[in-house]
C-alpha cells in the first residue's frame, strides 16, 4: 500500500477565502503537509477588475481592508491548523484575477498540490460566473485537491 510520501509532495499551494470552506481546505491541507513534511504556502487573492482606467477605480481602501481581512484569516488558520507544527509556512496576499494568480504563483513556486475549496454554484451561476477551481483543475500543472 502507497503512502503519502510516495507520491513526492514537498509544496502545497493551500488558496482560500473568508468562507467556511477555507476550514475544510486548511484541515485537508495541513494533513497531506505533516504525513509529507511539505511546505505550506498559504494564498488568498483580492479579486480586482480585469479593465481598469486607473487605480481610482478600483477603491484601493477596499483593497487594503480586503488584505487585512485575509491577513488575519491566514494568522487564525496558521495558529488553529499549524502552530507547533515543524513545516515551512509562507503567507501571501495576492491581486487580480485569482485563478491567474492561483496558477501563475503554483507555477512559480514549482508546487505539487494546489487544495483550494469550491463554492457550490449552481449550473446557470457556474455558467454565468465561472468557477475559480474549475479553471484552476482544468489549468493546473499539478494535482488539485478540491475540499468540499
Not at 475544510?24 to 479593465?51: C, D, G, N, Q, Y
Not at 457556474?126 to 468540499?148: P, Q, T
Request: glycine share 6%; charged share 25%; hydrophobic share 45%.
Amino acid at each position: 500500500m502507497e503512502s503519502i510520501e510516495d507520491y513526492g509532495i514537498r509544496r502545497i499551494v493551500v488558496a482560500v477565502d473568508t468562507s467556511d470552506y477555507s476550514e475544510m481546505v486548511m484541515a485537508r491541507a495541513s494533513a497531506i503537509a505533516f504525513a509529507s513534511s511539505a511546505e505550506i504556502h498559504l494564498i488568498s487573492v483580492v479579486a480586482l477588475p480585469k479593465l481598469i482606467a486607473s487605480e481610482a477605480d478600483i477603491g484601493m481602501q477596499d483593497v487594503r481592508t480586503s488584505e487585512k481581512e485575509f491577513q488575519e484569516h491566514h494568522k487564525r488558520l496558521i495558529d488553529e491548523y499549524l502552530r507547533g507544527h515543524d513545516l515551512h509556512i509562507e503567507s501571501r496576499v495576492l491581486h487580480g484575477d485569482p485563478s491567474n494568480k492561483i496558477l501563475s504563483y503554483a507555477n512559480e513556486i514549482g508546487a505539487d498540490l494546489i487544495v483550494m475549496g469550491s463554492k457550490a454554484y449552481g449550473k446557470v451561476q457556474r455558467f454565468l460566473l465561472g468557477g475559480v477551481s474549475e479553471d484552476v483543475v482544468r489549468n493546473a500543472k499539478c494535482s488539485v485537491m478540491i475540499a468540499k
